[in-house]
T-cell receptor, first 109, second 112 residues
Framework: QKEVEQNSGPLSVPEGAIASLNCTYS??????FFWYRQYSGKSPELIMF????GDKEDGRFTAQLNKASQYVSLLIRDSQPSDSATYLC?????????FGTGTRLQVFP | DTGVSQNPRHKITKRGQNVTFRCDPI?????LYWYRQTLGQGPEFLTY????????KSRLLSDRFSAERPKGSFSTLEIQRTEQGDSAMYLC??????????FGDGTRLSIL
């Protein structure tokens, strides 16, 4: 079992819809969770982080964490074509980040 | 805050050559991380420093790889006797303790 698992996609949504990206992790003791966006050929860019159970909202983005079920999700409201990218879920283990393989999101006009 | 800076952006070299990459972290960040990313995969941890001390190394970091951060500021990652399998994007990130890591633009290494 991989430590951090994501569906590789692609996830295709129409412009204006809500995109829902999911991630599960294996280490029950994990405390810190991150979502990075990565455009093709570029480096990861931090968009959200969450440490406590529940929801955390920042603009069009909402991160959701459920430690009992060991999953973390990212919702993108009012999706735009510019949101098309790969979204990487990461979990902090000791001090390093452990990444999933990423989910490719495609937002079509 | 100029962000994390990495040089060079691209490196093409022949198999068997040595290469060195440089990373300049965000100035107030005392933690510096190196990751490697291949196509279709998430970044994989290689090593990290707190100030000048190298605190953890992945088993991915073979004897051909060495990293330094001599004065607790910039860091270098050297790969000796490069192999085809070393072709990847090498990413540097920095942070303060328990804060999110911010990545540089990366160095793309291609082995001919």
């Amino acid at each position: 079992q991989k430590e951090v698992e994501q569906n590789s996609g692609p996830l295709s949504v129409p412009e204006g819809a809500i995109a829902s990206l999911n991630c599960t992790y294996s280490d029950r003791g994990s405390q810190s969770f991150f979502w990075y966006r990565q455009y093709s050929g570029k480096s990861p860019e931090l968009i959200m982080f969450i440490y406590s159970n529940g929801d955390k909202e920042d603009g069009r983005f909402t991160a959701q964490l459920n430690k009992a079920s060991q999953y973390v999700s990212l919702l993108i409201r009012d999706s735009q074509p510019s949101d098309s990218a790969t979204y990487l879920c990461a979990v902090r283990g000791t001090d390093k980040l452990i990444f999933g393989t990423g989910t490719r999101l495609q937002v079509f006009p | 805050d100029t962000g994390v800076s990495q040089n060079p952006r691209h490196k093409i070299t022949k198999r068997g050559q040595n290469v060195t990459f440089r990373c300049d972290p965000i100035s107030e960040h005392n933690r510096l991380y190196w990751y490697r990313q291949t196509l279709g995969q998430g970044p994989e941890f290689l090593t990290y420093f707190q100030n000048e001390a190298q605190l953890e190394k992945s088993r991915l970091l073979s004897d051909r790889f060495s990293a330094e951060r001599p004065k607790g500021s910039f860091s270098t990652l050297e790969i000796q006797r490069t192999e085809q399998g070393d072709s990847a994007m090498y990413l540097c990130a920095s942070s303060t303790p328990n804060q999110p890591q911010h990545f540089g633009d990366g160095t793309r290494l291609s082995i001919l």
